[in-house]
């Protein structure tokens, strides 16, 4: 039954992507002329506005800017371990795939457009990808004969795609190719093709866009600093992005968002209730914060109230994490090491902490702000250390926040 779901979440972001053609070209009709679906343990289909840079070969056969699109489309966002099908339900079905790269990151898209001789693959019946040759037309698929596209296909011959671009595109992609950090997911933009002869062409064009073990959020980008550990806190289940695919990585961590992330990385194990008069069982936090309130790592305030939508300050948080590392028995440091930082700014109960935080590399003493507000980024980059120190087993499942 869950299998058959996730094929169904599939067919929906056809549908949805069904309708994003180019100008010109005709929406399909109610029956399309072909399928295509997914399954993956990790999808979604974010509608999002992409800005394209389009680039036309030039007399010398190296591509310049030609022109700048920006229009909405359908995403269809999965994990690598995703599998695609497509069937022809008509004669004159053919398939194009095209990459659209992002070699500098900046957001922008390149689209490399050159229609006497094109730079996309065309897919054949037994699901390989191959650029035509001039002259050559592209492959047929027969009509109910289910077709495979595979993960590691489009992967290979995406990486290919960015090379020639950096090393043959133009003065643009060159000089982009040196500021270029990663080019990790590739947009690939798959068209299904009906040509029938002296009528109009139809295609269903589709957005795809392939990750690892997890869904990168979209506000978390391959330049930034912190890109790696919130990566990682996500496929080890510590937190994960919201229902609109954002991670919000300046936004301030709240006392109920680190009680979850800490019940999430001691395996999410049941507690006796918690007593806070603004904790009840119907909140998202509730669970985390009983089995925080156990532990002793993080107390309540006067009244017997909790107080979950606080912001915390670096020095809390970082307090609130040795506590964590004493429980687990993980506090091994010496008396020299601890001695080496001087908490001049920092509270008198927070000094330790933060002494054994700089010891372990979690912090720098540089940048350490204890008044400060905690990031979700920040706490993701301290528990991207944290982890490697602990050794925490992964979860299989995570609640958002």
């Given at each position: 039954?869950?299998r058959?779901?996730?094929?169904?979440?599939?067919?929906?972001?056809?549908?949805?992507?069904?309708?994003?053609v180019?100008?010109?070209?005709?929406?399909?009709?109610?029956?399309?002329?072909?399928?295509?679906r997914?399954?993956?343990?990790?999808?979604?289909?974010?509608?999002?506005?992409?800005?394209?840079?389009?680039?036309?070969?030039?007399?010398?056969?190296?591509?310049?800017?030609?022109?700048?699109?920006?229009?909405?489309?359908?995403?269809?966002?999965?994990?690598?371990?995703?599998?695609?099908?497509i069937?022809?339900?008509?004669?004159?079905v053919?398939?194009?795939?095209?990459y659209?790269?992002?070699?500098?990151?900046?957001?922008?898209?390149?689209l490399?457009?050159?229609?006497?001789?094109?730079?996309?693959?065309?897919?054949?019946?037994?699901?390989?990808?191959?650029?035509?040759?001039?002259?050559?037309?592209?492959?047929?698929?027969?009509?109910?004969?289910?077709?495979?596209?595979?993960?590691?296909?489009?992967l290979?011959?995406s990486?290919?795609?960015v090379?020639?671009?950096?090393?043959?595109?133009s003065?643009?992609?060159?000089?982009?190719?040196?500021?270029?950090?990663?080019?990790?997911?590739?947009?690939?933009?798959?068209?299904?093709?009906?040509?029938?002869?002296d009528?109009?062409?139809?295609?269903?064009?589709?957005?795809?866009q392939?990750?690892g073990?997890?869904?990168?959020?979209?506000d978390?980008?391959?330049?930034d600093?912190?890109?790696?550990?919130?990566?990682?806190?996500?496929?080890r289940?510590?937190?994960?992005?919201?229902?609109d695919?954002?991670?919000?990585?300046?936004?301030?961590?709240?006392?109920?968002q680190?009680?979850?992330?800490?019940?999430?990385?001691?395996?999410?194990q049941?507690?006796?209730?918690?007593q806070?008069?603004d904790?009840?069982?119907?909140?998202w936090?509730?669970?985390?914060?009983s089995?925080?309130r156990?532990?002793?790592?993080?107390?309540?305030?006067t009244n017997?109230l909790?107080?979950?939508?606080?912001?915390?300050?670096?020095?809390?948080?970082?307090?609130?994490?040795?506590?964590y590392?004493q429980?687990?028995?993980?506090?091994?440091?010496?008396?020299?090491?601890?001695?080496?930082?001087?908490?001049?700014?920092?509270?008198?109960?927070?000094?330790?902490?933060?002494q054994?935080?700089?010891?372990?590399?979690?912090?720098?003493?540089?940048?350490?702000?204890?008044?400060?507000?905690v990031?979700?980024?920040?706490?993701?980059?301290i528990?991207?250390?944290?982890?490697?120190?602990?050794?925490?087993?992964p979860?299989?499942?995570?609640r958002?926040?």
């Amino acid at each position: 039954m869950k299998r058959s779901r996730r094929w169904a979440a599939g067919l929906l972001a056809a549908a949805l992507a069904a309708v994003s053609v180019f100008p010109g070209l005709a929406v399909p009709a109610d029956l399309p002329f072909a399928d295509f679906r997914f399954d993956a343990s990790g999808m979604d289909q974010p509608q999002r506005d992409i800005q394209v840079n389009i680039y036309h070969r030039d007399e010398s056969g190296r591509f310049q800017p030609a022109s700048t699109s920006e229009y909405s489309c359908t995403l269809n966002r999965a994990t690598g371990d995703a599998s695609f099908f497509i069937q022809a339900n008509a004669e004159g079905v053919w398939v194009s795939v095209d990459y659209l790269t992002d070699l500098d990151g900046d957001g922008v898209y390149e689209l490399l457009e050159d229609p006497n001789a094109p730079v996309w693959d065309v897919m054949d019946a037994q699901g390989r990808l191959v650029q035509l040759k001039e002259g050559e037309s592209a492959p047929r698929l027969s009509s109910g004969q289910p077709c495979l596209l595979s993960p590691d296909t489009l992967l290979s011959r995406s990486q290919q795609a960015v090379q020639d671009r950096k090393t043959g595109g133009s003065c643009v992609l060159d000089v982009a190719q040196n500021a270029a950090s990663r080019q990790s997911f590739p947009l690939y933009m798959i068209k299904l093709h009906h040509t029938v002869p002296d009528e109009q062409e139809e295609v269903q064009t589709y957005y795809l866009q392939l990750y690892g073990a997890v869904l990168i959020p979209f506000d978390v980008s391959p330049s930034d600093w912190y890109y790696d550990a919130v990566a990682y806190g996500l496929e080890r289940g510590f937190f994960a992005g919201g229902d609109d695919g954002l991670f919000y990585p300046s936004q301030q961590l709240t006392r109920a968002q680190l009680a979850q992330v800490l019940w999430n990385m001691g395996g999410r194990q049941q507690a006796p209730a918690s007593q806070f008069f603004d904790v009840t069982p119907n909140s998202w936090y509730y669970q985390a914060v009983s089995w925080c309130r156990q532990k002793d790592l993080l107390a309540g305030y006067t009244n017997n109230l909790f107080v979950p939508n606080d912001p915390l300050s670096q020095e809390q948080m970082i307090a609130v994490l040795h506590r964590y590392a004493q429980s687990l028995e993980q506090e091994d440091q010496s008396e020299d090491a601890l001695s080496k930082f001087s908490a001049s700014d920092a509270s008198p109960w927070a000094v330790e902490s933060i002494q054994w935080a700089v010891s372990n590399g979690l912090i720098s003493e540089d940048t350490f702000q204890p008044s400060e507000p905690v990031s979700r980024a920040l706490l993701a980059s301290i528990l991207y250390t944290f982890e490697q120190k602990l050794g925490v087993q992964p979860l299989s499942s995570v609640r958002r926040f």
